[in-house]
């Protein structure tokens, strides 16, 4: 049996935490939240053999830093990938305006292949993201007739 202090050594490639819009949002609107976090393999050796560590990902827990943490089966993607503004499976709804700093976690499994078999690792190992920052902001809309020069007066406006 192989456990995770027998690959302690090792350890899984870290990520970045990434938030769409590019650190900020408005209220009420997702903010997509989401790491580079992908599977991948590590080499060395373990028991004094040569091996090649594979690291499967288990889970991303995310603390928003509003007091909301949640944990995902997958490490999100980017909204190029879909819709922007649109919720995701790992994006989240501020309430209220401010600024925030997110962090996040993933979770990795491991498998060792060492002389061509292949032994999972008991247990898991966590790697940290770097913190990103987020600010919220409230949006007002107003319907206006025309631009600021010909109707200098309307609301948005800043007049002489």
Not at 28 to 36: E, Y
Not at 37 to 62: D, N, Y
Not at 70 to 75: F, I, K, V
Request: proline share 7%; charged share 20%.
């Amino acid at each position: 049996m192989i456990t995770v202090r027998d690959v302690a050594q090792f350890q899984p490639s870290t990520s970045e935490l990434i938030v769409e819009p590019n650190g900020w949002g408005i209220v009420n609107r997702p903010v997509n939240v989401f790491t580079d976090a992908e599977a991948h393999t590590s080499t060395g050796t373990v028991l004094g053999r040569p091996v090649t560590i594979s690291w499967q990902l288990v889970s991303f827990t995310v603390d928003y830093g509003d007091g909301t943490v949640e944990t995902h089966t997958a490490p999100g993607h980017a909204w190029a990938d879909g819709e922007p503004w649109m919720p995701t499976d790992t994006s989240h709804i501020y309430t209220e305006t401010g600024d925030y700093v997110v962090s996040a976690s993933v979770e990795y499994s491991a498998v060792v292949h060492v002389g061509g078999r292949e032994v999972p690792v008991q247990g898991t190992v966590t790697v940290e993201t770097g913190d990103a920052a987020v600010s919220i902001y409230w949006v007002k809309t107003r319907l206006v007739r025309g631009d600021c020069i010909d109707f200098p007066l309307d609301p948005g406006c800043d007049a002489p």
